[in-house]
């Protein structure tokens, strides 16, 4: 079976998640998709998390209407800080010798990987698919690589144009792109809308998910939309509430 880790903070998990996934589900045939919400992420500091247990559960009720996906306990809470490649490895220490594990992942995080702990093991250890991400483009894979494994800054453009979903093969890496997701949602964004009506909360978030953060009052102290932020929120609302309609007329 073809099987992929997605790792986040998931604070909380949201569509645009849930359409990458999605979009990777079918294009690459996968059998589970692992949603693994990190308690301690490398890169962000744990102060400014909600507590890990509220992030699964909106994990466990956003995945619970496609068989595919699967919210995963791998990095539930031990005190240190949960590092990609000991994920990896815990998670194919699990899986049969025949299945194949992809790595799903963002472009706006793959710009940073090669400050990851351990990259050149990691990028080894399993295909990654890099998943296109508004404001983020797809063509910087070339100069986001880790200096050694880079190649040719010319030829990995190149190939980048040629193959807007292709794949990118190294020594030492094989990278597919994912170019067909356009969400444009954060869950910066939901954290800011949270005191927002339920139905408007919905339209980023699976209404279940939403219907939790009210009930648990989760984000009540997030930074608040200010004047200039409230045009923005209310584009990605409008914006959001576009494609939720044309979603439900599929
Ligand atoms: P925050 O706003 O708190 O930084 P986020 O929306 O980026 O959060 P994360 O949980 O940090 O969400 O992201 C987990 C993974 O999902 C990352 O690989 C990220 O690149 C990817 N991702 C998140 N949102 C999108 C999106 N709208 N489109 C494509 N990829 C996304």
């Not at 190149?158 to 356009?182: C, F, R, Y």
Request: one cysteine or more; hydrophobic letters at 40%; a positive charge.
């Amino acid at each position: 079976m073809r099987v992929a880790l997605f790792g986040g903070t998931f604070d909380p998990v949201h569509c645009g998640h849930l359409a990458i996934a999605r979009a990777a589900a079918e294009r690459f045939s996968l059998g589970r998709v692992y949603f693994v919400p990190a308690d301690i992420p490398p890169h962000k500091s744990k102060q400014q998390l909600t507590d890990f247990q509220h992030r699964f559960a909106m994990l466990a009720l956003a995945t619970a209407e496609d068989k595919r996906f699967v919210p995963s306990l791998l990095d539930a809470p031990t005190g240190r800080p949960n590092y990609s490649i000991d994920t990896v490895r815990r998670l194919k220490s699990q899986l049969k010798k025949s299945d194949q594990l992809f790595y799903l992942i963002g472009m706006d995080a793959f710009k940073d990987i090669s400050t990851w702990h351990q990259v050149e093991q990691l990028l080894a250890e399993c295909e990654f698919i890099v998943a296109s991400r508004p404001g983020f483009s797809l063509a910087e894979i070339g100069r986001v690589l880790p200096d050694k494994l880079r190649p040719k800054h010319e030829v990995v453009k190149a190939m980048a144009k040629q193959q807007p979903s292709g794949t990118i093969s190294l020594p030492g890496a094989t990278i597919h792109l994912l170019s067909d997701v356009e969400e444009r949602v954060s869950s910066t964004q939901v954290r800011r809308a949270a005191k927002r009506p339920v139905t408007q909360l919905a339209r980023y978030v699976p209404r279940m998910v939403a219907e939790y953060i009210k009930k648990q009052r989760l984000y009540a102290n997030a930074a608040p939309a200010n004047t200039t932020e409230t045009g923005k929120t209310a584009r990605v609302l409008s914006f959001a509430a576009g494609r939720h309609k044309k979603a439900r007329s599929h």
